[in-house]
């Protein structure tokens, strides 16, 4: 059964450009969460969509969205991108919707880098 | 906001010994809390959960306690190996909601 997928693993951008990182869950999970790590930070719950909808944002700013498609692959993109942008971006899927006591389970990230 | 704190940054441990680390919620409307262990370069990966309804879960060497009152709970890794060497989250989650520490980062000296 194969994991969860993130693409691509390694980019980098420079300030004022925007990115678009996909996340394919594990067949079968219908909620895909975000979020975004950085040392010290730990892990910033960046959204959840179930069924194609957003259920919840964390406290993060408009230039970062997302959405997901009928096949519950997600994408999430960052626009205008600043420096503190930096960081590890995971993504996870659960079978049901998060926080319902299911596992989450992680990709292993797409690491974004701003210049 | 950080909703859930998590104690100490970082922690030194002999093999053998225990491991124990700690982490508070605000948010009474948390009714699941996990813990994950990460390796370097690999994503998170559920290593025990608890209910609030319960104030101990053990599976293995790792142990969960609750305390709902003071709105804590701790994790404890007994018999610490070298193999646990990893960086911990605590989480506290709600429906569509988890929130997570800022991570131990757990070293286990030989």
């Known amino acids: 059964k194969a994991g969860v997928t993130q693409t691509p693993r390694y980019l980098i951008k420079t300030r004022g450009q925007q990115v678009t990182l996909s996340c394919s869950p594990i067949?079968?999970?219908?909620?895909v969460s975000w979020y975004q790590q950085t040392p010290g930070q730990g892990l910033q719950f960046l959204f959840e969509?179930?069924?194609?909808?957003?259920?919840n944002k964390g406290n993060f700013p408009g230039r970062f969205s997302g959405r997901q498609f009928s096949n519950s692959r997600s994408e999430m993109n960052v626009s205008t991108l600043e420096l503190g942008d930096s960081a590890l971006y995971l993504c996870?899927?659960?079978?049901?919707?998060?926080?319902?006591?299911?596992?989450?389970?992680f990709g292993e990230g797409s690491r974004l880098t701003v210049l | 906001q950080q909703q859930v704190k998590q104690s100490p940054q970082s922690l030194i441990v002999q093999k053998g010994g225990i491991s124990i680390i700690n982490c508070a919620y605000e948010?009474?409307?948390?009714?699941?809390f996990p813990w994950y262990q990460q390796f370097p370069g690999k994503g998170p990966a559920l290593l025990i959960a608890?209910?609030?309804?319960?104030s101990e879960k053990k599976e293995g060497r790792f142990t969960i306690s609750f305390n709902k009152s003071a709105k804590q709970f701790s994790l404890h890794i007994m018999d610490s190996q070298p193999g646990d060497s990893a960086t911990y989250f605590c989480?506290?989650?709600?429906?569509?909601?988890?929130?997570f520490g800022a991570g131990t980062r757990l070293t286990v000296k030989p």
């Open positions: 996870a899927s659960s079978l049901g919707p998060l926080g319902d006591t299911g596992e989450l389970f």
């Open positions: 067949s079968g999970h219908r909620s």
């Open positions: 969509y179930f069924s194609e909808t957003q259920r």
């Open positions: 948010n009474t409307a948390f009714d699941y």
């Open positions: 608890i209910r609030p309804d319960v």
């Open positions: 989480a506290a989650s709600l429906l569509h909601d988890m929130r």
